[in-house]
């Protein structure tokens, strides 16, 4: 069985093949002009099975939990922004070397600022990543302070995939 789906965003395509790869359809793409058509095999699906946690070069992480960390803003507490820039800091140089890690990172609103060009916390974040932490930024927050081109770390998400990793974690940490 064939199921052929058309979108004209690059977020949507990547949803549609994540959620098709993990219930184990093989998934191919055609550009047509502006939009993209996926044409989804449904005769090779299977039961569906959690991946385990992957780092950036694909390989399994042994360290990741499926507790999340979710991150609302490039500071912690509210106090101080000098004194929140630290404490963020801190806290994710202190992360790096946490076990378990997370199994994600979320970024909304002002923690994109977090994820992109310029933040003093990069190589933090590239370090979680290569331990095998995924890291998402909201794809609404990135264009609403025009920074999506400006992404280092991490993958564009939407609400969605936001929702399903707040539902299904088994705890949420939120700095």
Same mark, same amino acid.
């Given at each position: %069985?064939?199921?052929?789906? $058309?979108v ?13 790869? +993990?219930?184990?359809y ?6 047509? +002009? ?9 005769? =090779? ?24 960390v979710?991150?609302? =803003?490039?500071?912690?507490? %509210? ?23 997370? +199994? ?29 932490? $995924?890291?998402?930024? =909201? ?14 770390? +991490?993958?564009? $998400? ?8 707040? %539902? ?8």
């Amino acid at each position: %069985q064939m199921l052929e789906v $058309t979108v004209d965003s690059e977020i949507s395509r990547e949803n549609i093949i994540r959620l098709a790869s +993990g219930m184990g359809y093989h998934v191919s793409i055609k550009e047509d +002009g502006d939009d993209f058509i996926l044409t989804i095999d449904k005769s =090779s699906g299977h039961q569906y099975t959690p991946h385990p946690k992957r780092g950036r070069n694909g390989e399994k992480s042994s360290y990741s939990a499926d507790y999340i960390v979710y991150i609302n =803003s490039n500071t912690i507490g %509210q106090g101080d922004d000098a004194l929140g820039e630290i404490l963020m800091n801190s806290f994710l140089k202190t992360l790096i070397d946490a076990h378990p890690l997370p +199994g994600k990172m979320i970024f909304l609103n002002r923690g994109i600022f977090l994820t992109t060009q310029g933040s003093k916390v990069l190589h933090s974040l590239i370090e979680l990543e290569k331990k095998g932490v $995924t890291i998402v930024s =909201s794809g609404t927050c990135l264009d609403y302070y025009q920074k999506k081109e400006q992404l280092a770390v +991490g993958q564009i $998400t939407n609400m969605l995939d936001i929702l399903e990793t707040l %539902q299904n974690a088994s705890k949420v940490l939120k700095p």
